[in-house]
């Protein structure tokens, strides 16, 4: 969420989605469940949802939302997060922002381009840099908040800057070099507990001419380690917990035991420790009291505190819950996993 809801004023979703129809000519809809747009599959509904297909219309919306006040979340292709059971309050913008071009060595994209479409585009281009965004199913904008990496590479090492849409609802275009790049971290990642969050418009990465036969082996290469190690058949948010400093996660998690745990649909895999699938219609509830339950687990069993690298968004306020779900040890048979990578759907 960009805005406490806390501190914002109430609204009335009906009355404000009329008024974006008209003033924006964006549509809007109400109560609309979010699992489908996540890759977990599993959520609430928000207030008001709408998805923005450019730069203008996000641009629009977003400072729509903040003059009134209303809290609103943007969503890239929702791979990183797992949303309330309860929902969203407030406005959720889905972002289908898809414009890309290239210009030399440098391809710049709206904040919507998926990441494998990114490195589909410029391997037929003969640009090198991008080819670790085919292990990533989230958007660019998604991806530079996170700073997303695979395979040795992250958005840190081809970034060149980013156009972003400050808290005072001006736009600059900032060079990597301002953004905090860290290890799956950025500045975007912490903005100020009393106002809006920074947006990315679009990104400019800075990449290097190649035989695009020898980016495409690399891609093959990409897709078959991914099919190979992830459990990508199932509903997931990728890796649940950020690896401490110089250990894996997944190595903890596995060392611990807990492969197969489950707790209601929830489950951790049995192909990668640091992924919770969901293979039976779980609930937000579950992945989370099971993310809590590995932690608890770990920390006893290492002594090492795991932090999530999952964002857990949406109306979290009634967590924990008084009564939680029951946690079924692992059992001789693990899920089946389907060959099938789930990606969020297009908005309808
Ligand atoms: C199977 C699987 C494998 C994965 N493998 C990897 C991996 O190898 N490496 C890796 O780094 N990640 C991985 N991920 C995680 C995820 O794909 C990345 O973190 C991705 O960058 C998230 O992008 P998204 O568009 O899905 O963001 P979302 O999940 O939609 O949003 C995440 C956060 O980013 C914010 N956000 C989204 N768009 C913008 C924007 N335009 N401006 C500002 N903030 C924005 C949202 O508000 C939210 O807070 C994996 C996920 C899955 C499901």
């Known amino acids: 969420m960009t805005m406490d809801p806390a501190t914002s004023a109430p609204f009335d979703a009906l009355a404000v989605g009329s008024e974006i129809q008209r003033r924006l000519g964006v549509k809007t809809s109400r109560d609309d469940p979010l699992g489908r747009f996540t890759t977990m599959r599993v959520g609430g509904p928000a207030d008001l949802f709408a998805t923005v297909r450019n730069a203008f219309e996000l641009r629009a919306l977003v400072r729509f939302a903040r003059a009134r006040t209303i809290p609103h979340l943007i969503l890239g292709r929702g791979s990183d997060i797992v949303i309330s059971d309860a929902g969203v309050r407030g406005l959720v913008i889905q972002c289908r922002a898809e414009g890309s071009r290239t210009d030399g060595e440098r391809y710049t994209a709206e904040a919507g381009v998926p ?22 199913p989230g958007s660019v904008g998604g991806a530079v908040w996170a700073n997303a990496g695979a395979h040795e590479s992250d958005v840190a090492g081809v970034l060149e800057s980013a156009r972003i849409l400050d808290a005072a609802g001006s736009e600059a275009v900032v060079p990597a070099a301002a953004l905090g ?30 035989d695009p036969e020898v980016i495409k082996a690399r891609l093959d ?17 990728g890796s649940v917990f950020r690896n401490p400093p110089g250990e894996s996660a997944g190595r903890l998690i596995d060392a611990a035991g807990l492969k197969g745990t489950r707790i209601g649909g929830a489950v951790v895999s049995p192909k990668h420790a640091n992924f919770i699938v969901n293979d039976q219609r779980g609930t937000a509830a579950d992945v989370r009291q099971l993310g809590e339950h590995i932690q608890s687990v770990v920390a006893a069993r290492h002594g090492v505190d795991l932090e999530f690298e999952i964002a857990f968004v949406g109306d979290w306020s009634a967590w924990p819950p008084s009564e939680p779900a029951a946690i079924q040890p692992p059992s001789a048979d693990p899920p089946a996993e389907p060959t099938a990578e789930p990606t969020a759907e297009p908005a309808t």
Request: glycine share 8%; charged share 20%.
């Open 221 to 237: 290469d990409i897709r078959h380690w991914r099919q190979a190690h992830q459990p990508l058949g199932l509903p997931s948010a």
């Open 115 to 136: 990441m494998a479409r990114a490195a589909t585009e410029t391997q037929r281009a003969g640009l090198s840099g991008l080819e670790f965004g085919l292990a990533i």
């Open 181 to 210: 790049l860290a290890y799956r971290d950025t500045r975007l990642k912490h903005p100020p507990a009393d106002g809006p969050a920074e947006l990315v418009l679009e990104a400019t990465f800075r990449l290097t001419t190649a």
